[in-house]
T-cell receptor
Framework: ETGVTQSPTHLIKTRGQQVTLRCSSQ?????VSWYQQALGQGPQFIFQ???????GRGNFPPRFSGLQFPNYSSELNVNALELDDSALYLC???????????FGQGTRLTVV | GENVEQHPSTLSVQEGDSAVIKCTYSDSASNYFPWYKQELGKRPQLIIDIRSNVGEKKDQRIAVTLNKTAKHFSLHITETQPEDSAVYFC???????????FGTGTRLLVSP
């Protein structure tokens, strides 16, 4: 098991609502990346945070936003939820300057 | 754009046979190529990775080969076992930082 933990594990929201997902990175890791994994697909890069700054973003709209805190934990916020936002949201932590990324168990978000 | 193609999408083998999964990437600057195994409902688990300065890497029954000229890399599993059954994802790093672009996955089924 990795030291990356995510909360909550499952979540059901209504279209138009807002959601916050949380990730605690592995000890010593200062970089957190967020990915969206739709059913039957590979993970898609949302954005990455390095030392509390956004360090790259994928093709996701501005209603997907994030934060990284001084202890390197991170949040993913999604506003104005749409049905297509239903997916497994994964965070991965790594140490800046290296590339091995270790995933948390994910948050399964269902938008109804 | 950045793209990783993965084949086959499904692969069925008998226990003890070998399995090969192939990926092609588009970004010539990619320098890191991990492989993840994902069991149903679980997190992607890093099983092996290779960097662009190495042509081949082996870890027990698993090996990865990289052909930078052709932008191909492959996962080889020998002496397959039923517990190898899972979805396998290849990925390639983009523009030197830790963003990973994933393939679409290969569902491997190992029959006893």
């Amino acid at each position: 098991e990795t030291g990356v933990t995510q909360s909550p594990t499952h979540l059901i929201k209504t279209r138009g609502q807002q959601v916050t997902l949380r990730c605690s990175s592995q000890s010593g890791h200062n970089t957190v990346s967020w990915y969206q994994q739709a059913l039957g697909q590979g993970p898609q890069f949302i954005f990455q945070y390095y030392r509390e700054e956004e360090n790259g973003r994928g093709n996701f709209p501005p209603r997907f936003s994030g934060l990284q805190f001084p202890n390197y934990s991170s949040e993913l916020n999604v506003n104005a939820l749409e049905l297509d936002d239903s997916a497994l949201y994964l965070c991965a932590s790594s140490l800046g300057g290296t590339t091995e990324a270790f995933f948390g168990q994910g948050t399964r978000l269902t938008v109804v | 754009g950045e793209n990783v193609e993965q084949h086959p999408s499904t692969l069925s083998v008998q226990e003890g046979d070998s399995a090969v999964i192939k990926c092609t990437y588009s970004d010539s600057a990619s320098n890191y190529f991990p492989w993840y195994k994902q069991e149903l409902g679980k997190r992607p688990q890093l099983i092996i990775d290779i960097r662009s300065n190495v042509g081949e890497k082996k870890d027990q029954r698993i090996a990865v080969t990289l052909n930078k000229t052709a932008k191909h890399f492959s996962l080889h599993i020998t002496e397959t076992q039923p517990e190898d059954s899972a979805v396998y994802f290849c990925a390639a790093s983009i523009r030197g930082f830790q963003k990973l672009v994933f393939g679409t996955g290969t569902r491997l089924l190992v029959s006893p």
